[in-house]
């Protein structure tokens, strides 16, 4: 369990990490890139300019993390819960959302949802996400 620890700017790339607790963590700055997060329990951290780049999060629980100017391209958030993630500036590039919770995302008109792909499962706080350029499946 690692809820409320201080692991900034480290090197975790392609690490599995797959239901591990992080509640409340500042993870500022590290790379997660390609890192197993499946079932992650990451409600409330710190995860300003994260790399997360095709990372797999599915099922992750995210909710009020702080994902501003993260690195989600490509990262697989399928069935994961953001309801009121900050969201501000985050790169969801061709992430995949289908049946992602985004209910109370802030700042989500800033992200950057090019070919993401999501579905009728997705929640969206009022917002057109096919007009940010996303894929609806």
């Given at each position: ?6 692991l ?9 990490l797959q239901g591990?607790?992080?509640?409340r963590a ?21 995860l ?8 797999d999060l ?16 490509g ?8 309801r009121d993630?900050?969201v ?5 590039r061709?992430a ?17 949802l090019?070919n993401?792909?999501?579905d ?8 057109d ?8 499946e």
């Amino acid at each position: 369990m690692l809820s409320e620890a201080k692991l900034t700017h480290m090197d975790l790339r392609g690490e599995d990490l797959q239901g591990a607790i992080v509640r409340r963590a500042d993870l500022y700055g590290t790379d997660l890139s390609s890192a197993n997060l499946k079932g992650a329990d990451l409600r409330g951290s710190y995860l300003s300019s994260v790399d997360l780049y095709k990372a797999d999060l599915m099922g992750a629980d995210l909710r009020g993390a702080r994902l501003g100017h993260a690195d989600l391209r490509g990262a697989d958030l399928r069935g994961a819960d953001l309801r009121d993630a900050e969201v501000e500036r985050t790169d969801l590039r061709g992430a995949d959302l289908r049946g992602a919770n985004l209910l109370g995302a802030m700042e989500i008109e800033t992200a950057q949802l090019e070919n993401a792909r999501f579905d009728g499962d997705t929640r969206w706080p009022t917002f057109d996400a096919e007009a940010a350029g996303a894929i609806r499946e």
